[in-house]
């Protein structure tokens, strides 16, 4: 994890204090993880940005009762390794 987080740096410069990786957790919940802060879970309804082709989207998680999985109402992948970050 720390060397995905270092990675940080190399797209944007410098990371923002809202910046870090996407990651799916043990529990199945998909969290954001940043350097030196502990993560943050992300819940059906919460708003994040997600890079996508490059830059940063402002989405929504959900959750699919059929399917028993988070997903992006944008249809954005989610991907554990991802750049995202908190609103």
Not at 36 to 62: C, N, Q, W, Y
Request: overall charge positive; aromatic content about 10%; some cysteine.
């Amino acid at each position: 994890m720390a060397e995905d987080l270092r990675r940080i740096n190399l797209w944007t410069g410098t990371a923002s204090k809202k910046e870090g990786i996407l990651r799916l957790q043990r529990n199945r919940r998909w969290a954001i993880c940043r350097p030196d802060r502990i993560p943050v879970e992300l819940a059906s309804g919460d708003l994040f940005h997600i890079e996508v082709d490059g830059g940063l989207k402002l989405t929504r998680l959900e959750y699919d009762y059929d399917k028993r999985a988070y997903y992006s109402i944008d249809g954005y992948e989610l991907r554990s390794g991802m750049r995202a970050a908190i609103i």
